[in-house]
């Protein structure tokens, strides 16, 4: 097939001593899979896509394809005018996007040690790991300014787990390494009998319990051998009788900075026990949610900005990018649930365009190939 390269990689010259570099390159860093790489492709062509407007040649890379003797690295490239990948050698890039997949797929000894090697050639990388929700709330925790927005929190023992019930009418349980709402479970205390809900795919399950020796035993049996935080409830705002949150991003702009990318809103589904879109949750507008509400919606801005230089502070990595799951009870408090390192693609239109935006911006700025 002849393959039309035209538009579509884009370089610059950058004056290094006394010669001059081409860039800037960008790759973005996944494991392989059976066929090509994992992750998200829609996701990566968008990038790719604003890389080539921008003047970035942005290609995908596996932790498994690096060359460590001759640093280069098996880059898989695509052509959106034909709409297709081709795969080319490629040298070491001159910043990492780290899009590896799971925590499973971080802590195998190859791509630990692949990361290891491309932090050791001073690639700038950022966002190295996930976090844990556990860490994170020990972290936020140790703050005066940001312990009074964390629900009561503590890892899932069967004591604490009595102790919690015997305070709270309503408790979350969560994985400490969970994501997008899997392995969630919602206790709610009514009268003398437990109510347990918890899903699966988008299958929301109930069973109920008139003493605690059953309700554990039944957690005991579900949870298994997982590691798992238990978590105050909050009763939140409610949109059309249904709790919401707010998903709010922040990244680094092209001067290093942190910005607010946008705040978004994900309301809970009919009998859903979380807002996240994959287990029944919906979106909504920001502005409809809170009735343009400018000083809470600055608020907002603000303490998620906030928070992402206290997390940077207290992981000592470079980070370039956060999104956080906050919220508002109906007495107006604001409560921190969740930041994630890898954030997933953000569905309204106008935060997607400006995070693929800002992610160039922040790759200029981190290549020293800035505009």
Do not use: C
């Not at 800037?24 to 790719?48: A, C, E, H, M, Y």
């Not at 921008?54 to 880059?75: C, H, M, P, Q, W």
């Not at 109906?330 to 649930?337: A, D, K």
């Amino acid at each position: 097939m002849a393959v039309n390269h035209k538009d579509a990689f884009p370089i610059s010259l950058k004056k290094l001593n006394h010669n001059y570099k081409v860039g800037p390159l960008v790759g973005i860093l996944t494991t392989k899979s059976s066929r090509w790489f994992r992750g998200n492709q829609t996701n990566f062509k968008d990038l790719i896509k604003t890389g080539i407007k921008y003047g970035v040649l942005i290609y995908v890379f596996t932790a498994e394809s690096v060359d460590r003797k001759n640093k280069t690295v098996k880059g898989f490239l695509y052509l959106p005018n034909q709409n297709t990948w081709i795969v080319r050698k490629m040298p070491l890039p001159d910043v990492i996007y780290n899009r590896i997949p799971s925590r499973t797929e971080e802590n195998r000894p190859l791509v630990k040690e692949t990361i290891e090697f491309l932090i050791n050639e001073n690639i700038p990388f950022f966002n190295p790991h996930f976090f844990d929700k556990w860490t994170l709330y020990k972290w936020l925790k140790e703050s005066p300014k940001f312990n009074k927005l964390l629900p009561e929190t503590t890892t899932l023992t069967m004591e604490n787990l009595i102790f919690f019930l015997n305070r709270y009418p309503m408790l979350y349980l969560k994985p400490i390494d969970g994501k997008a709402g899997i392995g969630f479970f919602k206790i709610d205390k009514k009268d003398n009998l437990y109510l347990l809900r918890y899903q699966s795919s988008k299958t929301t399950h109930y069973e109920e319990f008139n003493n605690v020796k059953s309700l554990i035993k039944t957690i005991n049996h579900l949870t298994k051998s997982k590691k798992y935080i238990i978590q105050q409830g909050i009763k939140l705002n409610t949109y059309n009788g249904n709790p919401y949150d707010f998903r709010i991003l922040v990244q680094k702009n092209g001067v290093g900075k942190w910005a607010l990318s946008g705040i978004g809103v994900r309301v809970a589904g009919i009998n859903s026990i979380t807002t996240h879109v994959p287990r029944g949750g919906h979106i909504q507008s920001v502005h409809r949610v809170t009735n343009y509400d400018k000083k809470l919606i600055d608020e907002l801005s603000n303490i998620a900005i906030d928070i992402s230089k206290f997390i940077e502070e207290k992981s000592e990595n470079n980070l370039g990018e956060l999104s956080m799951d906050i919220g508002v009870d109906q007495n107006r408090n604001i409560w921190f649930f969740e930041a994630n390192a890898k954030p997933m693609k953000f569905d309204e239109p106008n935060i997607r365009k400006i995070s693929l935006q800002r992610l160039i911006q922040y790759f200029r700025y981190l290549s020293g190939f800035v505009k």
